[in-house]
Nanobody
Framework: QVQLVQSGGGLVQPGDSLRLSCTFS????????MGWFRQAPGKEREFVGT??????????YYGDSVKGRFTISRDNAKNTAYLQMNSLQAEDTAVYYC??????????????????WGQGTQVTVSS
């Protein structure tokens, strides 16, 4: 059974850091891009970033709103990926999702190109 299980999240104050984890089971993570998306109430799902599989360069791509603050890493041996979020702001409040894809690089920012999804985890940034 293919499954993505997320952990982490919670309530933090502006300026704090938080790390989310996403563990993939049933398939080898090394064969997939690992992406992160988020969705705030009343808004569309937003691309946070992707760490592509090694066969596609093994590079990281980020959305403009998180670039320089968020970092995606992956440990293929553990079949786990991470989203490190620094300098969190109120605007980062959302449900965060991890997802896997095998799409061409031109499609990595489109959520419809992702196959497997985590259950989502709430991140709330508030003083």
């Amino acid at each position: 059974q293919v499954q993505l299980v997320q952990s982490g999240g919670g309530l933090v104050q502006p300026g704090d850091s938080l790390r989310l984890s996403c563990t993939f089971s049933g398939r080898a993570l090394r064969d997939y891009h690992m992406g992160w998306f988020r969705q705030a109430p009343g808004k569309e799902r937003e691309f946070v970033g992707t760490f592509t599989r090694s066969g596609s360069g093994g590079r990281q791509y980020y959305g403009d709103s998180v670039k320089g603050r968020f970092t995606i890493s992956r440990d293929n041996a553990k079949n786990t990926a991470y989203l490190q979020m620094n300098s969190l702001q109120a605007e980062d409040t959302a449900v965060y999702y991890c997802a896997t894809s095998q799409t061409a690089l031109s499609g990595i920012r489109d959520a419809s190109n992702y196959i497997h999804w985590g259950q989502g985890t709430q991140v709330t940034v508030s003083s």
